[in-house]
């Protein structure tokens, strides 16, 4: 069984609301039921927790360090100035991608550059509520991956 924790960070809770312009009209709990339905016959069991304070968050990484396999996550504002974010994710050295929902590069320049990202497997922003299947998927990949044993002649 694999084990992702899936964390959302501050305002997320809003989405639906929360200028549906921008991210799009599905609710925190339509993406957590469709990343659900998206692992329905996969051996893979999620945690989704959503937070709006950073020492939260860094608590929730640094718990996931004892079950999970990897980190889906979407830190939101943090993603642009939380080093102890960034550090917490160094820290527990879980497998992780940052996702987001809007492409943070194409908007205000404040949200052009992630301090979390360079600690990440990489980075999905753009796809709206699908951001979160691909990193999900993209995160997967890579862990079926990390298991298998390396070519050898």
Not at 6 to 27: Q, W
Not at 63 to 77: I, K, T, Y
Request: proline fraction near 3%.
């Amino acid at each position: 069984m694999t084990r992702i924790l899936v964390l959302h960070g501050p305002n997320l809770n809003l989405l639906g609301t929360r200028e549906p312009g921008v991210y799009g009209r599905h609710t925190l709990e339509d993406i957590n039921q469709s990343l659900i339905d998206f692992v329905a016959n996969k051996s893979v069991e999620l945690r989704f927790q959503q937070s709006n304070h950073e020492g939260d968050m860094v608590d929730a990484i640094h718990v996931g360090r004892n079950w999970a396999d990897g980190l889906l996550f979407n830190p939101g504002a943090f993603t642009h100035y939380s080093y102890a974010l960034r550090d917490a994710v160094t820290a527990v050295a879980l497998p992780t991608v940052e996702v987001h929902l809007s492409n943070i590069h194409a908007r205000e320049e404040f949200r052009h550059h992630s301090v979390i990202a360079a600690v990440c497997l990489g980075q999905i922003s753009g796809f709206g509520w699908r951001s979160y299947q691909l990193g999900l998927q993209a995160l997967l990949d890579y862990l079926n991956d990390s298991k298998k044993a390396p070519y050898s002649k």
